[in-house]
């Protein structure tokens, strides 16, 4: 089963506007992670959180983390047709090896 | 920095065939991961290896699908044999050291007619 579970599954806006994803999981966590994937590609990093972290900021992105919640969301702010990507978030999968266990996603389309 | 590279890109076989996917990590990338990645779903680990050694491959179906990396470099991935369910983009990812960001490949299509 998957730890992280986004929602909504997919989110089509306009240009300029924001776009908000949400993530939630099961276990206790000591880092999140968010990343980016282009329609036949691999996935981009975009930002780490850890769990003494409440909000990072990385250009137009931001990132919160609710532990108690075990949520997390992902605000793009001012977005850009360029920004059209699916969008998951990574939490740490119990056991050794630093294993990632990665959510369903979120498909974002910005229309130009 | 040269990102980690994946051959091929896209791969067309027939179901009970075999396949084999390759991977090249990012210079001195000691950790290797190996992903399935279903159409609309996010990725699924299969396998993990750190230098020449498998870490975890508790999610590696091992009655047709295989994996080495025997000089803790590149890495292949095999499917032996194919079934139509196997179609998917095969994800080849690696990390450096204690970081805990993953730098992904440009994955390997397959589509098992």
């Known amino acids: 089963s998957q730890q992280g579970e986004e929602d909504p599954q997919a989110l089509s806006i306009q240009e300029g506007e924001n776009a908000t994803m949400n993530c939630s999981y099961k276990?206790?966590?000591?880092?999140l992670q968010w990343y980016r994937q282009n329609s036949g590609r691999g996935l981009v990093h975009l930002i780490l959180?850890?769990?003494?972290?409440r909000e990072k900021h990385s250009g137009r992105l931001r990132v919160t983390l609710d532990t108690s919640k075990k949520s997390s969301s992902l605000l793009i702010t001012a977005s850009r047709a360029a920004d059209t990507a699916s969008y998951f978030c990574?939490?740490?999968?119990?056991?050794?090896?630093?294993?990632?266990?990665f959510g369903g996603g979120t498909r974002l389309m910005v229309k130009p | 920095e040269a990102g980690v590279a994946q051959s091929p890109r896209y791969k067309i076989i027939e179901k009970r065939q075999s396949v084999a996917f390759w991977c090249n990590p990012i210079?001195?990338?000691?950790?290797l991961y190996w992903y399935q990645q279903i159409l609309g779903q996010g990725p699924k680990l299969l396998i993990q290896?750190?230098?020449?050694?498998?870490?975890?491959d508790s999610q590696l179906p091992k009655d047709r699908f295989s994996a080495e990396r025997l000089k803790g470099v590149d890495s292949t991935l095999k499917i032996q044999p194919a079934k139509l369910e196997d179609s998917a983009v095969y994800l080849c990812?690696?990390?450096?050291?204690?970081?805990?960001?993953?730098?992904f490949g440009p994955g390997t299509r397959l589509l098992v007619l």
């Open positions: 990812a690696t990390r450096a050291g204690n970081q805990e960001t993953q730098y």
């Open positions: 276990t206790s966590i000591n880092n």
């Open positions: 959180i850890r769990s003494n972290e």
């Open positions: 990574a939490t740490p999968t119990s056991g050794a090896g630093n294993m990632l266990t």
């Open positions: 210079s001195g990338h000691a950790t």
């Open positions: 290896f750190q230098n020449n050694g498998v870490v975890d």
